[in-house]
C-alpha cells in the first residue's frame, strides 16, 4: 500500500522541511519512500531476530539433570523436543532460556512502533487545516468532532501515536526482566507475561495505519500554494552553492542579502537575483541547468522522484521474494 502511494506521488513537488520550516524542494513519494526504507529495513530485521529465538529442554537448572537417568546425549532429545516448536536449543540455559534473543526482538517491534508513529505524526502535520497538503477521505455520515460539525480530526493517525506511547515505555521492562539471580528467580514472572501486549499492539497499530493510508488523499493545489509562500526564498540554497562554485568570495553572505533585500521589497527573490549588478557576471558564468534550476524552483529537487520510484521497486522486490 505505501508503496503505490510512493509511486503514485513520486513526481508530486511538495516543498521539504526542516525545523518546521520550509526547507528545499522533495516530492511528496520521496517523503513516503523513507517510511518503505525504514520499516522494509525492520521486516528483515524482525525476520532475522525470529530465527535466531532459542528455547530449552534442559531441566530445573539447565544442566540436564533428569535427562541423563534416561538418555545418552539429553543435547540431542532436547533439540528434538524443540525442533516441534520451531525453535533451536541455546548454548547455555538455566531454568529459563537466556532473555537476550527476545529482548532483542522486542527491541525491534519497539523500533517499528517509532517508525509508525514518526508517518503517522507527518501525516498528522500535513493535514493541519492551515498545511492541508493530505486528507483522509471522509464517508459522508461520518463525523469528524463531537461538538464541531466542520472537522475532520485525524483519529486514525492519532491513535498511532498513542499506542506507540504504550508499547515504547514497556521495553524499559524487558530490559528490567534480563536479570533473573541465580538459575532462576520469579521477578520476572509477572511482567514477562504482558511481552505479548507489545507485538498485539504493534499487529492493531499496523491495520490502523494501513486503513488510514489506504484513504489518504493529496490535495495538489495546496501543495503548489504551500510551495509558493516564500515566493522564491528556496532558491538561495542553490544560488549561494553555484556562487561560491564560481569564486565568489562570500557567496552564503550575499545570497542572505538578497533573501532581505527581497523581503523589504516583497518580490521574488529570481526578480532581486536578476536586477542585482553583482549577480550579472555571475548568471552569465552559470550552466543552463543551473540558471533553469533559479529560475523554476519547482526544478530544484535534485533526484527525489527517481530515488522514490528506485526504493519502491527495491522493497517490493525484497519484500516479495
Known amino acids: 500500500m505505501l508503496i503505490r502511494i510512493v509511486r503514485r506521488e513520486a513526481e508530486t513537488v511538495q516543498v521539504g522541511r526542516t525545523h518546521g520550516q520550509h526547507a528545499v524542494p522533495i516530492t511528496f513519494g520521496f517523503a513516503l519512500a523513507g517510511y518503505v526504507s525504514r520499516l522494509g529495513t525492520?521486516?528483515?530485521?524482525?525476520?532475522?531476530?525470529?530465527?535466531?529465538?532459542?528455547?530449552?529442554?534442559?531441566?530445573?537448572?539447565?544442566?540436564?539433570?533428569?535427562?541423563?537417568?534416561?538418555?545418552?546425549?539429553?543435547?540431542?532429545?532436547?533439540?528434538?523436543?524443540?525442533?516441534?516448536?520451531?525453535?533451536?536449543?541455546a548454548e547455555h540455559s538455566t531454568q529459563i532460556a537466556p532473555p537476550e534473543p527476545l529482548a532483542r526482538l522486542l527491541c525491534e517491534v519497539t523500533i517499528v512502533m517509532g517508525i509508525l508513529a514518526n508517518l503517522a505524526d507527518d501525516m498528522r502535520h500535513l493535514q493541519r487545516t492551515e498545511i492541508g497538503e493530505v486528507g483522509e477521505m471522509f464517508a459522508s455520515n461520518q463525523v469528524g468532532s463531537s461538538t464541531m460539525p466542520h472537522k475532520r480530526n485525524p483519529i486514525n493517525f492519532e491513535n498511532v501515536k498513542s499506542m506507540w506511547k504504550v508499547v515504547m515505555p514497556r521495553l524499559i521492562t524487558v530490559f528490567m526482566d534480563q536479570i533473573s539471580e541465580h538459575q532462576r528467580d520469579l521477578t520476572n514472572s509477572a511482567s514477562a507475561r504482558t511481552y505479548g501486549e507489545m507485538i498485539g499492539y504493534t499487529v492493531v497499530t499496523i491495520k490502523r495505519l494501513e486503513g488510514a493510508m489506504r484513504k489518504l488523499s493529496v490535495d495538489r493545489s495546496n501543495l503548489r500554494r504551500n510551495f509558493a509562500l516564500q515566493k522564491g526564498m528556496i532558491i538561495a540554497e542553490p544560488l549561494y552553492i553555484i556562487l561560491a562554485s564560481l569564486g565568489h568570495p562570500d557567496a552564503h553572505e550575499k545570497v542572505r542579502l538578497l533573501t532581505l533585500e527581497a523581503e523589504r521589497r516583497q518580490q521574488a527573490l529570481e526578480e532581486v537575483i536578476k536586477n542585482d549588478p553583482d549577480m550579472k557576471n555571475y548568471l552569465k558564468k552559470m550552466t543552463r541547468t543551473q540558471r533553469a534550476a533559479l529560475g523554476s524552483s519547482e526544478l530544484y529537487t535534485g533526484i527525489a522522484a527517481k530515488k522514490a520510484k528506485a526504493i519502491a521497486d527495491r522493497w517490493e522486490k525484497k519484500l516479495n521474494t
Do not use: D, H, Q, W
Not at 62 to 74: D, E, I, M, Q, V
Open 42 to 89: 525492520s521486516i528483515e530485521e524482525l525476520e532475522a531476530r525470529a530465527i535466531t529465538m532459542t528455547g530449552k529442554f534442559s531441566g530445573a537448572v539447565g544442566a540436564y539433570n533428569a535427562s541423563t537417568l534416561f538418555f545418552k546425549n539429553p543435547e540431542s532429545f532436547e533439540a528434538e523436543v524443540l525442533v516441534e516448536l520451531g525453535l533451536t536449543p
